[in-house]
């Protein structure tokens, strides 16, 4: 019979291995999407003043696909490390 211990992110059993919540899989979801969304926003809004200032209106379909390639490289490269075991 095996022992646990409560912790912040789960329960660690006495044998070492750690069992995840899916609360605490939630979290790293959300996470992961806040890392992909938030920088693609930024460089969405960043791109659009810069556009102006130089005198061009930049389209909302080329903005679009401004974000969800940020988003995209952002998620292949935050996913590894946010999501791993």
């Given at each position: ?15 070492g ?9 939630l ?59």
């Amino acid at each position: 019979m095996a022992s646990a211990a409560q912790t912040s992110g789960g329960l660690v059993v006495q044998d070492g291995t750690f069992d995840e919540s899916e609360g605490s899989k939630l979290a790293r979801f959300a996470g992961l999407m806040f890392a992909a969304l938030f920088p693609a926003s930024v460089w969405m809004t960043i791109a659009s003043k810069v556009a102006e200032i130089v005198g061009y209106k930049l389209d909302l379909v080329a903005l679009v696909w401004l974000g969800a390639a940020v988003a995209l490289v952002m998620v292949s490269a935050c996913a590894p490390i946010m999501l791993r075991d």
